[in-house]
């Protein structure tokens, strides 16, 4: 299945997970806003990554913008940051997103930077569940 993986990226993580996405599952990859509506036609599966800064995610307001050209694929979500899963503010996040579209896409929440003292928490092993999700539609 012929996927794309569009970000956005402040402080490099995203960026990062988005290359490893791209190598390990054969995907293209666009920054938020170089890829054009008429584009999605051409993926099965579209995955919206960005970071999350205390209850605010800007692919929350993409994902919303695209959503009429990608609602009838696979949508998975990927949300970055320093909080963990569990935390109030990822929480907020992800409730965040409206629910029409929160209930037909895929969401994870995976490990962010902060700083130089979280930065050794980027790593390709938090994207196996992706990995794993991916390979099996």
């Given at each position: 299945?012929?996927?794309?993986?569009i970000?956005?990226?402040?402080?490099?993580?995203?960026?990062?997970?988005?290359e490893?996405?791209?190598e390990?599952?054969?995907?293209?990859?666009?920054?938020?806003g170089?890829?054009?509506?008429?584009?999605?036609d051409?993926?099965?599966?579209?995955?919206?990554?960005s970071?999350?800064?205390?209850?605010?995610?800007?692919?929350?307001?993409?994902?919303?913008?695209?959503?009429?050209?990608?609602?009838?694929?696979?949508?998975?979500?990927?949300?970055?940051?320093?909080a963990?899963?569990?935390?109030?503010?990822?929480?907020?996040?992800?409730?965040?997103?409206?629910?029409?579209?929160?209930?037909?896409?895929?969401y994870?929440?995976i490990?962010?930077?902060?700083?130089?003292?979280?930065?050794?928490?980027?790593?390709?092993?938090?994207?196996?569940p992706?990995?794993?999700?991916?390979?099996?539609?």
């Amino acid at each position: 299945m012929k996927t794309a993986v569009i970000y956005k990226s402040f402080l490099g993580s995203t960026g990062k997970y988005a290359e490893w996405l791209s190598e390990e599952i054969n995907a293209d990859v666009f920054r938020f806003g170089q890829i054009k509506k008429d584009q999605f036609d051409n993926y099965d599966i579209v995955i919206i990554s960005s970071g999350t800064y205390i209850g605010w995610m800007p692919l929350k307001g993409y994902l919303k913008k695209v959503w009429q050209y990608i609602k009838d694929k696979n949508v998975v979500v990927v949300a970055v940051g320093a909080a963990s899963e569990d935390d109030e503010w990822s929480i907020k996040s992800y409730e965040r997103i409206p629910i029409d579209i929160r209930s037909k896409i895929k969401y994870f929440k995976i490990p962010g930077k902060l700083g130089k003292q979280t930065a050794k928490d980027i790593k390709k092993e938090n994207l196996e569940p992706i990995f794993k999700y991916v390979r099996s539609l």
